[in-house]
């Protein structure tokens, strides 16, 4: 699950904002408001960085716009990938690895990445990013496609989830999933020290499978979950 630290992985994420969406499906729920856009996809397939837990936090409120990627959102992407890993990761990889992630370079993968996702989207894979309306900035991303792994146990992959904490408690995180993998049998790894993350991934149906992978660049342990 976890990618190295380059802008040009085999493992794969996502996020940004933009102005152009398809279609919606509203949720008249005060605040609860989101888009779904009709398709559009970067890297790393373990950032599971998943800050929702459906309890109240120190979020902002408002409703979330969940779309597809735009080359135009590249840059912005490339800072809030960096700040979610720092966020997320801290005491639980490398920190020499945090401190030199590069949001430049990490922006350049998006912006490649958002050059194909026409041709992504056709193969199967789905990456969509939440935008906090209220505020027009980016929130997080989600990115599901086939598995990666030659002994995978599902063909599906969940390869990322990662949200600013600024927006964990809010539920964006679930809409995310939702709008990317909805009820699929799937896989993901996730961080063995993330236990948040983990407990959002049991609350939607995962379960650990024993599989584990350890990244010696990034001084990570990470464990698989699975959905059937």
């Known amino acids: 699950m976890i990618s190295c630290v380059t802008p040009v992985p085999e493992r794969t994420e996502l996020i940004l904002a933009g102005s152009s969406w398809y279609g919606w499906v509203g949720r008249a729920a005060g605040s609860d408001v989101y888009w779904r856009a009709a398709s559009r996809s970067v890297w790393g397939d373990w950032d599971m960085a998943v800050d929702n837990d459906s309890r109240p936090g120190e979020y902002q409120p408002g409703g979330y716009l969940i779309r597809r990627l735009e080359i135009a959102d590249a840059e912005e992407l ?3 990938h960096v700040a979610v890993w720092r966020q997320t990761y801290a005491g639980m990889m490398s920190e020499q690895a945090l401190a030199t992630m590069d949001p430049v ?3 350049e993968g998006w912006r490649h990445r958002g050059q194909s996702d026409q041709a992504d989207e056709a193969t199967g ?9 209220p505020t027009g900035s980016l929130a997080g991303f989600a990115l599901v496609g086939a598995a990666r792994d030659d002994d995978a146990p599902v063909p599906v992959q969940l390869w990322a989830i990662n949200v600013l904490a600024r927006h964990h408690g ?8 939702a709008e990317t993998l909805g009820d699929q049998a799937a896989y993901l790894w996730v961080v063995e020290q993330n236990a948040r993350a ?21 001084a990570a342990d990470e ?4 959905r059937l």
């Open 78 to 80: 490339g800072e809030l």
């Open 105 to 107: 370079r990490w922006g």
């Open 125 to 133: 894979q789905r990456t969509r990013i939440a935008v906090h309306l």
């Open 170 to 177: 809010s539920g964006v995180a679930e809409k995310l999933l």
């Open 198 to 218: 983990q407990a959002f991934y049991r609350r939607h149906g995962f379960r650990t499978d024993g599989g584990r992978l350890r990244d010696d660049e990034l």
């Open 223 to 226: 464990i698989r979950m699975v």
